[in-house]
């Protein structure tokens, strides 16, 4: 068949083809917490280069595979084609990546999930099986769920004839008609709104449920799960849903210029237009803890300085911007962007740098940005850049300590050099469930 591998011919004729409950989850303790420096702990499993993984050279911005319109709309990888930066295991599989497809295939049943938790979105994702594989993507998850019915959303993949087959919820709601098996490529597109979830199979719907029990989950991580047999996944996509505008294109209703500011914020064409004299900062009236935050902005100039300060304490003249910081600056050293200047486009400012510039002055780029708990990561053009656990003691102000409660999110004007736009600046708070 086309695309097959050898090595994966080889398999099948290992492993036997008796049936197998799609039903069971086992799943470990999760692994003992990191001895890592508090201020500089990055989460997931990015410190284990895994096998056959190819790193982009360092002056090369990585082909995630969306497009610009994608990008625009909002999409971000969760899988980055060539790490498994971004995710954690919850056991030992031999999770790994090999050109450009995240692979498993020995080792007791287990998930590898998203070290960042979601509510509403859209995920896409292709997968592949052989007649043995048992297999799932686990949606709005906790970390070690016990109960399909109670810790999650299992999406099954696994075309036994079982009670549950592929496009099926695990202990919640079958599909109607089961397809055929297949060994090529398929490929799922699923949408989380609330409690409905609808799913389409190769671009045909399976599943449409509504969740009226006592057990709906509002959010949680994504899981890619090995349980029996080799699994094979790729082009793993999500785009956020209910994202609410804060930026009304028109005027600077519902921000406010925070005292002692000596920066210009002016509605320009549609955008936010920052110049500045000295630092600055436009605030929002509002206030969010947990939130998914998205924006677009475009230095006008050589590597120029600015960012996204959230979780902040309300700005005054004797302290315009305690916040956390998702920085904006697009300056890389010898050409080489996993070395960038002043933490990099991305990078929570002080906390972490950006793995990778992946962005470029005077062109328009997306930042996404989540926030859950303790836990802070930041998507540029749709590529994972930071992913970083705060481990420090808890503070009111965040440039001090971990900071939980919500606070505002300002955009900042740092120098006489200061020339951005701000457009698209949108938003979501995320349920206070503990994922």
């Known amino acids: 068949m086309p695309q097959r591998s050898v090595r994966f011919v080889v398999l099948i004729t290992l492993f036997t083809f008796?049936?197998?409950?799609c039903q069971k989850i086992e799943h470990p303790s999760p692994p003992a917490k990191s001895n890592a420096e508090p201020q500089a702990k990055q989460v997931g499993l990015q410190d284990k280069k895994p096998e056959g993984s190819s790193e982009p050279a360092g002056d090369v911005i990585p082909d995630t595979g969306?497009?610009?319109?994608?990008?625009?709309?909002?999409?971000?990888?969760?899988?980055?084609?060539?790490?498994?930066?971004?995710?954690?295991?919850?056991?030992?599989?031999?999770?790994?990546?090999?050109?450009?497809?995240?692979?498993?295939?020995?080792?007791?049943?287990?998930?590898?999930?998203?070290?960042?938790?979601f509510a509403d979105y859209e995920l896409k994702f292709e997968f592949r099986l052989t007649p043995s594989t048992n297999s799932g993507v686990f949606l709005r998850t906790v970390f070690n769920p016990k109960d399909p019915v109670k810790d999650c959303y299992e999406l099954?993949?696994?075309?036994?004839?079982?009670?549950?087959?592929?496009?099926?919820?695990?202990?919640?709601?079958?599909?109607?008609?089961?397809?055929?098996?297949?060994?090529?490529?398929q490929s799922f597109v699923v949408r989380l709104e609330g409690s409905q979830i609808k799913a389409s199979l190769n671009g045909k719907e399976v599943l449409n449920f509504k969740d009226t029990s006592k057990y709906q989950r509002m959010v949680g991580f994504i899981g890619l799960q090995k349980n029996e047999g080799p699994i094979e996944f790729r082009n793993v996509y999500l785009k956020p849903l209910r994202m609410s505008t804060i930026f009304n294109g028109v005027d600077l209703a519902g921000w406010q210029v925070v005292p002692g500011s000596k920066s210009t914020f002016e509605v320009v064409d549609k955008t936010i237009h920052v110049t500045a004299e000295k630092q600055g900062y436009l605030e929002t009236e509002d206030t969010w803890d947990n939130f998914l935050f998205q924006a677009t902005a475009k230095s006008n100039g050589i590597s120029l300085n600015s960012g996204y300060f959230f979780r902040a304490i309300k700005g005054s003249e004797k302290g315009m911007a305690n916040g956390y910081e998702a920085q904006i600056h697009n300056g890389i050293k010898n050409n080489d962007r996993t070395k960038p200047e002043n933490a990099g486009t991305g990078a929570i400012f002080r906390r972490t740098e950006a793995r990778r510039v992946v962005s470029n002055d005077n062109e328009w780029?997306?930042?996404?940005?989540?926030?859950?708990?303790?836990?802070?990561?930041?998507?540029?053009n749709g590529?994972?850049?930071?992913?970083?656990?705060?481990?420090?003691?808890?503070?009111?102000?965040?440039r001090k300590g971990l900071r939980l409660k919500a606070g505002h999110i300002s955009l900042q004007g740092h120098d006489p050099t200061t020339d951005l736009n701000f457009k698209d600046l949108k938003i979501s708070s995320l349920p206070a469930e503990t994922p």
């Open 365 to 380: 780029f997306t930042t996404t940005l989540s926030a859950y708990g303790s836990h802070f990561a930041v998507w540029i």
């Open 156 to 185: 099954n993949l696994c075309d036994q004839m079982t009670e549950y087959p592929t496009g099926s919820l695990v202990g919640r709601s079958k599909i109607q008609k089961p397809v055929p098996a297949s060994m090529e490529w």
């Open 18 to 21: 008796q049936l197998t409950s």
């Open 66 to 117: 969306l497009t610009a319109k994608e990008i625009e709309a909002g999409w971000i990888a969760l899988f980055d084609g060539h790490s498994l930066y971004g995710w954690k295991a919850t056991n030992d599989v031999n999770w790994r990546v090999e050109q450009g497809v995240i692979k498993a295939d020995t080792g007791k049943p287990g998930l590898l999930q998203t070290t960042s938790p």
């Open 383 to 398: 590529y994972q850049v930071t992913d970083w656990e705060d481990t420090r003691k808890p503070d009111e102000n965040p």
